[in-house]
């Protein structure tokens, strides 16, 4: 699905992100033509699994500025720079791995479960966790949309699922029970806070550019909370049937501090995250420099 706010000029660049209340909060500013001597922008809806691989295709890849997961950048850097702002990173927001019964997950072993995509930073955060918690390992793993996998476990087609988003908030109302939490096992361990999901641009626009549209990201975040009310009709429009109190609570949890300026914290985190996962063999090593900031 693709939105286009605003004249096209030679400068548009075209981007694809989520329609989940976080993204069209963090964007409306930008995507409207409201962030001053920013470049307009050619929207691309799309879930996280789809941006992941459209970056794959590195730089004939259709869009110039993607959200992807934290957890596929050591296949995408080579192409793509990480942007230091606008993406999902926070404390007190991991996926969850939900069952029909209680239970503390170490139950999983040999067992089906349902995740939402293979270079998810869920599935990765999920398989540090399960290393640790399910002795023997899962069964088998199978790759559902992320709305597809909370239906699937209330009906017994999977034996637990990994959730994302405002999952976290409504897994109750199908029944369900909250068997771990991978951003808790995260942030117990490491102390850092939990990469989620990164903005990623292509190299091949320029340092310069790159550091215009990383300000132009943060501008608009900042509009955002400047202004809440000014982007709740895009919210509403793109929110999927989410109660308005839901989606209020997504931008609550997953639009903070990192959403502006990762930071040495944030950093910190993304390096942990991807140092620790090429260690266990899940993800290739990166580059010493792989994730410096545009213009730094």
């Known amino acids: 699905m693709t939105h286009s706010v605003g004249p096209h000029d030679d400068r548009t660049v ?45 730089d004939r890849c259709p869009q110039d500025v993607l959200k992807v ?3 596929a950048l050591p296949w995408l850097l080579e192409d793509f720079a990480l942007l230091p702002c606008g993406g999902a990173l926070g404390r007190g927001c991991g996926p969850l791995v939900l069952g029909r019964e209680p239970g503390d997950g170490s139950g999983l072993t040999g067992r089906t479960v349902a995740v939402p995509g293979e ?39 999977v ?28 942030e117990s361990s490491t102390g850092l806070p939990i990469p989620l999901g990164a903005i990623i641009a292509k190299r091949s626009l320029g ?20 202004d809440p009310e000014a982007s709740a009709g895009y919210v509403r429009a793109h ?21 502006a300026d990762l930071g040495e914290s944030g950093y910190a985190a993304v390096r942990g995250l991807l140092t620790r996962a090429a260690a266990e063999g899940l993800v290739p090593s990166l580059p010493p420099d792989a994730l410096r900031a545009p213009g730094a």
Not at 125 to 153: D, Q, S, T
Request: charged content about 20%.
């Open 239 to 259: 929110a999927q049937e989410l109660a308005p109190e839901v989606a209020q609570q997504h931008i609550g949890l997953y639009v903070n501090e990192f959403t």
């Open 207 to 226: 340092e310069e550019r790159l550091a215009a549209l990383a300000e132009a990201a943060r501008t608009s975040v900042r509009m955002a909370w400047l």
């Open 69 to 71: 997961s934290y957890a």
């Open 119 to 157: 270079r998810s930073t869920a599935y990765l955060l999920f398989r540090l966790w399960a290393a640790e918690k399910v002795p023997g390992g899962v069964g088998r793993v199978v790759v559902l949309p992320f709305h597809e996998i909370m239906p699937a476990v209330r009906e017994g087609r």
């Open 159 to 186: 034996d637990a699922g990994l959730v994302i988003h405002e999952a976290r908030f409504t897994y109750r109302e199908y029944g369900l029970h909250q068997l771990a939490d991978m951003g808790e096992h995260w």
């Open 14 to 58: 075209r981007i694809a992100y989520s329609p989940c209340p976080n993204d069209t909060f963090v964007f409306h500013a930008w995507a409207h033509g409201l962030v001053p001597d920013a470049p307009p922008l050619d929207v691309r809806f799309a879930d996280v699994d789809v941006t992941n691989s459209l970056a794959e295709q590195g």
